[in-house]
């Protein structure tokens, strides 16, 4: 049987997880952990678009796990650790050879004339800056290493904390002056 102290305990993590789920995926409309600004990005692939949003993978692989006396937040995605916490990654052979398949894949879709030349439309010359990229990231050393600035969008904040003790208020609150007919 459960006891008084059970049922506040599981609306409190209910209430957090339904909470902080919410926050922690309007960092990704906010471009920003909280209040802290997500570093804008370098590459030229996709001028103007959400950071760390691409497919949407990232954003859709949060999720948590409850148990009786706490919630645990995660993503199931490999990469999500290093965007959230920054890092570095070494360049592998493998990376290499996607990077010149995506060098490839944006010279095949330059625009051309009649004549065989390259238009000078907005979408062709966007293309070319991308593809330049990838040639760059194709052209460096296996073993070089690539700096991932952190993006955190998972994890403790005053925010957070914030957010955690309002719901412990607000649950003891209705508990005791339902439970006590305090008004």
Excluded: C
């Amino acid at each position: 049987m459960s006891t008084g102290i059970d049922i506040i305990i599981s609306r409190i993590l209910r209430d957090v997880e339904i909470e902080l789920t919410d926050e922690f995926d309007k960092n990704f409309e906010r471009q920003a952990f909280f209040s802290q600004s997500w570093q804008r990005r370098k590459s030229p692939t996709r001028p103007g678009g959400h950071i760390l949003v691409d497919t949407g993978g990232l954003r859709r692989s949060i999720g948590s796990k409850k148990d009786s006396t706490g919630i645990v937040f995660q993503s199931t995605l490999p990469y999500a650790a290093i965007h959230n916490e920054g890092g570095e990654i070494k360049v592998t052979a493998k990376m290499k050879r996607f990077f010149w398949h995506k060098y490839y894949e944006a010279t095949g879709s330059f625009g051309r004339k009649k004549n065989g030349q390259r238009r000078n439309d907005k979408r062709t010359v966007q293309l070319s800056t991308e593809a330049e990229f990838w040639k760059w990231m194709a052209l460096m050393k296996v073993g070089k290493t690539i700096k991932i600035p952190k993006r955190q969008f998972l994890g403790a904040s005053p925010e957070v904390e914030r957010a955690v003790r309002d719901i412990i208020e607000e649950n003891l609150t209705e508990y005791f002056e339902h439970e006590y007919n305090l008004q």
